[in-house]
């Protein structure tokens, strides 16, 4: 079976510091992967998309960048980062073409910039 | 562009009935999903809906009517364990979900 893993849980970071979270697929081939992050109260918004190795489509300007080194890996970075920055950041992954392209998700990452 | 449009929060009562109801308008339609998720945790899958009608799962049902840019998902039996915010996600034409801010449900005993 498929499971999906980011890491880590829980972050407390002071402005300007870097970032990286970690995102690992088990159980399946060339995903589709993504990074979503949800303000409170507010809807997810899709950050990146990756359908291939150093394959990544930005959906808006920000802070952050993304890489996906391996088939199954996806990371999200930033060299400094800023108050606006925090939130709960979400991995997940696809299979476009098999059933209705459901999404997967990890279990979050919960950044809070200070 | 591209709208969701849901309630922002909802209360029920442990063993009635709730429907949820969204609306949308998307750059092309390829199905449209239903979303639970507890606070604090990640969104799990609930149900998809690509043609009009009704789409039953045990204590769960979606309605999509896709001339209206509607839908519903109905939530039978109601546990206290349903209390989570459902999010409503069409998707457009790129394979690309939509989200909405999601509907709070809370119910009480």
């Known amino acids: 079976s498929q499971t999906i893993h980011q890491w880590p849980a829980t972050l407390v970071q002071p402005v300007g510091s870097p970032l990286s979270l970690e995102c690992t697929v088990e159980?399946?081939?060339?995903?589709?992967l993504y990074w979503y992050r949800q303000a409170a109260g507010r809807g997810l918004q899709l950050l990146f998309y990756s359908v291939g190795i150093g394959q990544i489509s930005s959906e808006v300007p920000q802070n952050l960048s993304a890489s996906r080194p391996q088939d199954r890996q996806f990371i999200l970075s930033s060299k400094k980062l800023l108050l606006s920055d925090s939130g709960f950041y979400l991995c997940a992954w696809s299979v476009l073409g098999t059933g209705s392209g459901e999404l997967f998700f990890g279990e979050g990452s919960r950044l809070t910039v200070l | 562009g591209q709208n969701i449009d849901q309630p922002t929060e909802m209360t029920a009562t442990e063993g009635a009935i709730v429907q949820i109801n969204c609306t949308y308008q998307?750059?092309?339609?390829?199905?449209l999903f239903w979303y639970q998720q507890h606070a604090g945790e990640a969104p799990t899958f609930l149900s998809y809906?690509?043609l009009d009608g009704l789409e039953e799962k045990g204590r769960f049902s979606s309605f999509l009517s896709r001339s209206k840019g509607y839908s519903y998902l109905l939530l039978k039996e109601l546990q206290m364990k349903d209390s989570a915010s459902y999010l409503c996600?069409?998707?457009?034409?790129?394979?690309?979900?939509?989200w909405g801010a999601g509907t709070k449900l809370i119910i009480k005993p």
């Open positions: 998307t750059s092309g339609f390829n199905g």
């Open positions: 809906n690509v």
């Open positions: 996600a069409p998707q457009d034409s790129n394979y690309q979900l939509i």
């Open positions: 159980g399946t081939s060339n995903p589709n």
